[in-house]
């Protein structure tokens, strides 16, 4: 098992910037991937920013330029940093660890950003 717990969401004007972290903790193994995913109402999940153990990341369309994924191997946890948010970055952000079929979601937290 792998238990991730996001924090640092909240409620930030349009432009401005925010910053979540994700603390790892469990049975970690491999060369395992980080993510940070988003749902906004009524509509699917989809790919905010992943970073490999390598530390390469991959970005969605919607954030790329604005938004900076990271990670630390000693204290395995991952971050994002989101500056120039918009309103439709308003969505419950999931840290996500993966590993080949493997895959475990934090409990998400809460982004919204005001117009």
């Known amino acids: 098992q792998v238990q991730l717990v996001e924090s640092g969401g909240g409620l930030v004007q349009a432009g401005g910037s925010l910053r979540l972290s994700c603390a790892a903790s469990?049975?970690?193994?491999?060369?395992?991937?980080l993510g940070w995913y988003r749902q906004a109402p009524g509509k699917q999940r989809e790919l905010v920013a992943t970073?490999?153990?390598?530390?390469?990341?991959t970005y969605g369309d919607s954030v790329e330029g604005r938004f900076t994924i990271s990670r630390d191997h000693v204290k395995n946890t991952v971050s994002l940093e989101m500056n120039s948010l918009k309103p439709e970055d308003t969505a419950v952000y999931y840290c996500n660890y993966q590993w080949g079929a493997i895959e475990y979601w934090g409990q998400g937290t809460q982004v919204t950003v005001s117009s």
């Open positions: 469990g049975n970690m193994f491999g060369f395992y991937i």
């Open positions: 970073i490999t153990y390598g530390g390469t990341p």
